[in-house]
């Protein structure tokens, strides 16, 4: 099987027929965030000051080879693959050599090498430095007066849930207690790391609904 990779349905071989020569997954770039002070030796790091780093996006880089008997021709393939890779925006890419994850961005650039017939096209993305899990994580708890529950995740920072409720309950956390309804509840101020306990107090069935995001 020829591997590649899809984006918006569209395989770069099973539906272009581009074959993939070479692929570069960059490693993200951490945002160091610093501060010198006149006549101190070195500088003061402030870079997870909000609880945890951050990160620049990260470059994908895909060499496609296109091989055709005239020039005519390969202008006409690098056309399609160009015009393909320029309406990536936004968009969820699926590299078959990752399994269960995908990355999420933009179309960046591309560059093409030529050399008697035989043509290589490569294509950029700039994309979010995390990868997402193809599929969300649900983990559901029964809750009866107090009860402790461990929550542990696959993500390498901290995501931000959807809990959903058959009742009232209080949630206490190492950042306070928070209060929710019978329903379904997302706030900003409400993040799961990769490890948590949490103290719910009320009855009724507790769910958490996210997805991992690894580097």
């Known amino acids: 099987m020829n591997k590649g990779i899809c984006i918006k349905n569209i395989h770069t071989f099973k539906d272009l027929g581009f074959m993939l020569a070479k692929r570069n997954i960059s490693i993200p770039k951490p945002n160091r965030i610093t501060e010198k002070v006149p006549y101190q030796n070195g500088e003061y790091d402030f870079s997870n000051l909000n609880g945890e780093i951050t990160y620049q996006n990260r470059t994908l880089s895909y060499t496609f080879d296109i091989a055709e008997i005239d020039t005519k021709e ?17 968009e969820e890419i699926y590299d078959d050599y990752i399994e269960g994850y995908h990355f999420v961005g933009s179309y960046n650039s591309s560059s093409w090498n030529e ?16 990868l997402y899990a193809d599929t969300e994580t649900v983990k ?29 309950f209080l949630i206490s ?11 379904s509840f997302k706030d900003v101020n409400f993040f799961l790391d990769q490890n948590n306990i949490f103290q719910i107090t009320g009855n009724g069935t507790i769910s958490f609904t996210y997805v991992d995001e690894v580097l």
């Open 140 to 168: 559901s708890f029964i809750i009866e007066e107090e009860t402790s529950i461990v929550l542990n995740t696959e993500s390498s920072h901290r995501i931000i849930p959807t809990i959903n409720t058959t009742g009232n």
């Open 74 to 90: 390969m202008e006409l393939q690098k056309r399609i693959i160009l015009n393909w890779a320029a309406n990536v925006i936004n």
């Open 115 to 130: 050399d008697f017939g035989q043509g290589e096209i490569t294509i950029e993305f700039s994309v979010y430095p995390y």
């Open 173 to 183: 956390t190492d950042n306070g207690t928070i209060a929710i309804g019978e329903g």
